[in-house]
């Protein structure tokens, strides 16, 4: 089991950017998938994008590409989310989640995927 604590969220402005934080306790953080999910008020939960942190593939929400970028930091156990041209409907609380098992990429953002998730982190995209 690994204990996930994302940071980063807040008020933000359409068109601005913001970094999301995911910091993961354990020593085999290596092993792991992690990715991001969100929920926007009175929808279901989303995934937005997944990083396998030995190997560094990646993949995003076909929606989400190009603007959202997740990034890792071995030596900080941490992997972020960099989020830019901000829109309203990217209003959400973000969730970052890890799993030891994934098998295939194109599952990567299916919640039922992940053991471990974080308390979520609030975005809130307003002018």
């Known amino acids: 089991q690994v204990q996930l604590v994302e940071s980063g969220g807040g008020l933000v402005q359409p068109g601005g950017s913001r970094r999301l934080s995911c910091r993961a306790s354990?020593?085999?953080?290596?092993?792991?998938?992690i990715a991001w999910f969100r929920q926007a008020p009175g929808k279901e939960r989303e995934g937005v994008s997944y990083?396998?942190?030995?190997?560094?593939?990646?993949g995003y929400a076909g929606s989400l590409k190009g603007r959202f970028t997740i990034s890792r930091d071995h030596a900080k156990n941490t992997v972020y989310l960099q989020m830019n041209n901000l829109k309203p409907e990217d209003t959400a609380v973000y969730y970052c989640?890890?799993?030891?098992?994934?098998?295939?990429?194109?599952?990567?953002?299916?919640?039922?995927?992940?053991?471990?998730w974080g308390q979520g982190t609030q975005v809130t995209v307003s002018s």
């Open positions: 989640a890890a799993s030891l098992f994934l098998d295939d990429d194109a599952d990567a953002l299916r919640e039922s995927e992940y053991d471990d």
């Open positions: 354990g020593e085999i953080f290596d092993y792991y998938t």
């Open positions: 990083i396998r942190i030995r190997a560094g593939n990646s």
